[in-house]
């Protein structure tokens, strides 16, 4: 089983924690929003067992609900494994961790639609991974406003194409939910319209509703093989 994880780019975002600022009608700065709750994953090996026969890895989900960014037994949500082959060609699944992006809302002069990118896999190429033929991301999006949480907000998150500068399409995962109520979604297979050459592959967040600030929290992205 192979699992990589690659950071994103600071000077182009700031991952895991979200903070959230306003303008005041004068220009400044206002003050900062409520830090948010963050999705949490925890990824594990696993020695075979009944599970998976040649081990492989465990991958747990939830929100971090007291806020120390580690995923504890109790705010576990979700579990899922990815099972080995018998070796490390004939693996099944692999999973791709991408990281996490957060766009803050803006309202001055009036409020817009945010939207922030950031790099996740440098010279990304699908043709090192043979056999591979679905391609599906998981996402947990969330937003709100300065309140800390709206139930009309609507977050979409996707995979983004740098190098063509475009959206990967049928790859987002659009919610309304706000930082408590999160989960784990995927998107459409999307291998059919995957660039087949190599590119930056970058994760996109968009606040859907003017005013809104949006978040992802992780995102990971598995290749599935014959």
């Known amino acids: 089983m192979k699992i990589f994880k690659y950071p994103t780019i600071p000077a182009l ?31 594990q090996t696993v020695p075979p067992s009944e599970k998976c026969e040649n081990g492989g890895l465990v991958v747990k989900s939830g929100i971090d609900k007291n806020g120390n960014n580690i ?9 899922h494994y990815v099972c080995n082959g018998s070796n490390a060609i004939s693996d099944k699944q692999v999973i791709l961790k991408l990281g996490g992006v957060s766009a803050s809302y803006v309202t001055y002069p009036v409020p817009i639609a945010v939207t922030q990118t950031a790099i996740a896999l440098p010279r990304f190429n699908i043709k090192n991974y043979p056999g591979v033929d679905s391609i599906i991301m998981f996402a947990a ?7 800390g949480g709206d139930v009309n907000s609507k977050t ?15 790859s987002a995962v659009i919610s309304s939910a706000s930082a408590a109520t999160a989960k784990f979604s995927s998107s459409d297979n999307i291998y059919s319209v995957f660039p087949k050459s190599e590119f930056d592959l970058g994760i996109k967040v968009s606040g859907m509703i003017p005013g809104d600030f949006a978040f992802s929290g992780d995102v990971i992205m598995i290749l599935y093989r014959k």
């Open 13 to 43: 975002i700031a991952v895991g924690t979200l903070l959230v600022f306003s303008c005041k009608k004068d220009g400044t700065q206002g003050p900062e929003g409520p830090i948010g709750l963050k999705s949490l994953l925890d990824v």
């Open 71 to 79: 995923l504890d037994a109790g705010e576990v949500e979700n579990t």
């Open 141 to 147: 999006p969330w937003g709100g406003r300065n309140s």
């Open 156 to 170: 979409k998150v996707e995979l983004y194409n740098f190098t063509d500068n475009a959206p990967i399409n049928n």
